[in-house]
């Protein structure tokens, strides 16, 4: 009948598929019936029609990361192998979900880079480098990641590192159209506080993202970008205006009336922009037509110095709901009140059908850092039960009818002045590693983690321009921590995989891992749970039990989260593999001693009876080259001042190797003063992400790291 159909691709296609599928179920009598073109929208809501394709960053809306393919089970297992493998051109943390659309795997990596590959073959079929300015990476809290891509109707949509949402053809990767997603003009904290790690999702025609930043001293905010031109439908802001006035944006009212009064109007959120970024999850819901967004932690995390000790505020850590079209409020749940613990509400939001109380509910399951299980009424944001994941001491436990935390007033260090070591630490009992929910169990499995942190407040607070501003007395440590310290702290680092029962709010199961930050999670019809780890291994575990089916030696840890999707009617697994993200940039020794990661940047894809290996690789590239045998002791604990405040969080605690960044202590750099200043201070490595601080420290502060790195390499280098 000469009639052609719009297929998810966007491009027209005969009408043959669709026939098929009409006739299939009976519907097509007449053939002269018009059929509604398919939109990328509808192929994501009905996704389970497209089980090949994974269309959108949690395969469907409600982001349950559940794949109906079922060809590789505990049966066939056993024939599992590596199908091919594609090696990135990134050594940085590796945290993408590909999308995979009629047969093309759409990719990002580090630096915000795009790779299409054939699903199939794992053949380049295009490369996109949007050319992120090195400098820019010393600005990320936590290495230079990319988490994904948005699709729509033929267009792939990348947010980068340095906050361009940018459209591209999804045939050959050209640009379509690129715009700066921070408002130049808004009341925002600090302007340079912004980067973008997050995946675009994409409803009703916009593109949604945030960002990340309030570490350093950002003011969250989403916005909602149109599809086709890039132009701004709207932005909501996260926390107050810092002079209380509007934004001329939809968040204006209820942050002018609810919001405002729950901050302390003389706090340092006034200057620091108050955090609440929004910087992973976002999801809409067709069946309540809302998009919930999780909001951040507080700028800077003390909250004594951020709001005077002071109110609730809002909306950090919290999940918000809005109307898709117009931004506009409808409720929102506050897990965190006064938060000091970068306990992030950021964490994946999924929504599910669960029998409750002998009715089918639609909630919101949530399993944010501060290491509760969260399930809400997703229409309503109503509390309906909640419990703790991990071993919790910020709280007591949560408020049965309101679900508010009832504090411990000892983890509120930032109010008492007094240290204190919280359960969880900052990485959170759940961090970036997605969790996935198989509807044919029931389960939700959940990757947890316990890092204690040990929190002491500030005295004074003096933001650093280039700098992390917590808020934190960071001081060195006169002596490092002794062997026997550095084992009880290992003592405390723990992961694992949970199989969570959201009915009940109890662990079914539960798989002790080697360490923290593992990877996410994909669980499939065939009732395996794929996930890889930080010690470089990806397995499947049997869906029931938890039983380890399949192990894979992937050379590198794995923090990024698996998908599933169909070639020719042969099943794929598929997970991008490298060291990085947080924990593998700061935790260096305490997370390597377990694991010996060291980043090898790839993509691999399993398959049934595959036929692919991965090459040798050797784990200590970096030659090891003698640093000079005298250092200036004084000088090198100033220079310990100075690296906690500017080089920790990437290069590693103690300068101890973190396996992806260069090793300092064998660094050629140190063994010259002017070299290491050329670097250090003026910035000559800043195309690879190390950007100068001369604006921040004197040339003797910057010799003073130099010092202290060379004591470090001698402390450290000898050790056996
Ligand atoms: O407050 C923020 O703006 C912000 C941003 C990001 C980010 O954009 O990656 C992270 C965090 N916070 C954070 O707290 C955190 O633990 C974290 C881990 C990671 C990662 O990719 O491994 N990013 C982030
Ligand atoms: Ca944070």
């Known amino acids: 009948m000469g009639m052609r159909y719009k297929n998810i691709r966007g491009d027209h296609f005969s009408s043959l598929r669709l026939r098929d599928v009409l006739l299939g179920m009976g519907i097509l009598l007449c053939a002269a019936v018009p059929v509604r073109a398919e939109t990328t929208g509808d192929a994501i809501i009905h996704a389970d029609d497209h089980p090949d394709d994974w269309l959108t960053h949690g395969r469907t809306y409600s982001e349950q990361r559940y794949s109906p393919l079922k060809q590789i089970n505990a049966k066939t297992i056993g024939h599992l192998h590596l199908a091919w493998h594609y090696d990135l051109d990134t050594n940085r943390g590796q945290e993408a979900t590909p999308l995979i659309i009629n047969g093309v ?291 007591k436990g949560l408020d049965p009818k309101t679900g508010r935390p009832i504090f411990n007033p000892d983890a509120q260090y930032s109010v008492t002045g007094k240290p204190f070591y919280v359960f969880p630490g900052d990485m959170g009992g759940h961090g970036i590693a997605a969790m996935s929910y198989s509807p044919r169990t029931g389960l939700v499995y959940l990757p947890t983690q316990q890092v204690p942190d040990h929190l002491k407040g500030a005295r004074k607070f003096k933001p650093l321009p280039d700098g992390w501003n917590l808020g934190l007395d960071i001081q060195p440590d006169d002596k490092m921590p002794s062997v026997e310290e550095q084992k009880a702290g290992v003592r405390d680092l723990r992961g694992s995989l949970v199989a969570w029962d959201p009915v009940e709010q109890k662990a079914r199961w539960e798989v002790v891992q080697k360490g923290p930050a593992n990877g996410g999670v994909l669980s499939t019809a065939g009732d395996l749970v794929f996930q890889g780890l930080t010690d470089g291994t990806f397995h499947a575990y049997d869906a029931h039990d938890g039983k380890d089916l399949f192990s894979f030696d992937a050379q590198s840890g794995i923090i990024a989260s698996p998908v599933s999707y169909r070639i020719g009617g042969r099943q794929y697994v598929a997970i991008e593999v490298g060291w990085g993200g947080s924990y593998g940039l700061f935790a260096t020794g305490l997370a390597r001693q377990e694991t010996g990661s060291v980043n090898h940047s790839r993509v691999l894809a399993f398959a049934l009876d595959g036929r692919d290996h991965l090459p040798t690789v050797s784990d200590d590239p970096v030659p090891s080259s003698p640093p000079p045998a005298s250092f200036a002791p004084r000088q090198a604990l100033a220079g310990s001042q100075q690296y906690l405040n500017y080089c920790q969080y990437c290069h590693g605690a103690n300068v101890e190797w973190n396996g992806v960044l260069p090793d300092l202590r064998k660094s050629p750099a140190i063994q010259d003063k002017n070299s290491f200043y050329a670097i250090v201070g003026k910035g000559a490595l800043s195309s690879f992400g190390m950007d100068g601080f001369e604006k921040s420290m004197k040339p003797d502060e910057i010799e003073s790291i130099r010092q202290f790195i060379i004591e470090r390499a001698h402390q450290t280098l000898s050790q056996p």
């Not at 675009?200 to 599809?227: H, M, Q, T, W, Y």
């Not at 009336?257 to 976002?282: F, H, L, N």
């Not at 117009?326 to 950021?346: A, M, R």
């Not at 509390?383 to 994941?389: E, L, P, R, V, W």
């Open 105 to 395: 795997m759409y990719t990002t990596t580090a630096w915000s880079k795009v790779k299409a590959l054939d699903a199939a073959t794992g053949r380049l079929l295009w490369a996109y480098d949007p050319k992120v300015d090195g400098k820019v990476g010393v600005r990320g809290c936590c290495d230079i990641v990319n988490r994904g891509l948005g699709y729509w109707n033929g267009k792939l949509y990348l947010a980068t590192f340095d906050n361009r949402l940018i459209a591209l053809d999804s045939r050959d990767g050209k640009v379509i159209w690129s715009i700066n997603t921070i408002p130049t003009d808004a009341d925002l904290g600090q302007q340079q506080a912004y980067t973008i790690t997050g995946a675009p999702r994409i409803a009703k025609g916009r593109v949604l993202i945030g960002n990340g930043g309030a570490e350093f001293g950002a003011r969250g905010f989403i916005s909602a970008f149109d599809a086709e031109t890039g132009k701004l439908d709207w932005r909501f802001f996260t926390v107050p205006n810092p002079h209380n006035r509007p934004d001329h944006a939809p968040s204006d009212t209820v942050l002018m009336t609810r919001a405002y009064p729950t901050w302390s109007p003389t706090g340092a959120w006034v200057r620091q922009g108050g955090g609440g970024t929004v910087w992973d999850s976002i999801v809409y819901d067709p069946v309540t037509d809302l998009v919930y967004f999780g909001a951040g932690n507080g700028s800077p995390w003390s909250y004594g110095i951020r709001s005077n000790g002071k109110g609730d505020n809002l909306f950090l850590d919290s999940i918000v709901a809005v109307k898709p079209d117009t931004g506009e409020y409808v409720w929102h749940f506050q897990e965190t009140p006064e938060d000091q613990w970068d306990y992030t509400s950021t964490q994946q939001i999924m929504t599910l059908d669960l029998p409750l109380d002998g009715q089918m509910r639609h909630v919101i399951v949530h399993a944010p850092k501060n290491g509760f299980f969260y399930v809400l009424d997703a229409a309503t944001g109503e509390f309906i039960s909640g419990k703790n994941f991990v071993f919790v001491n910020w709280a």
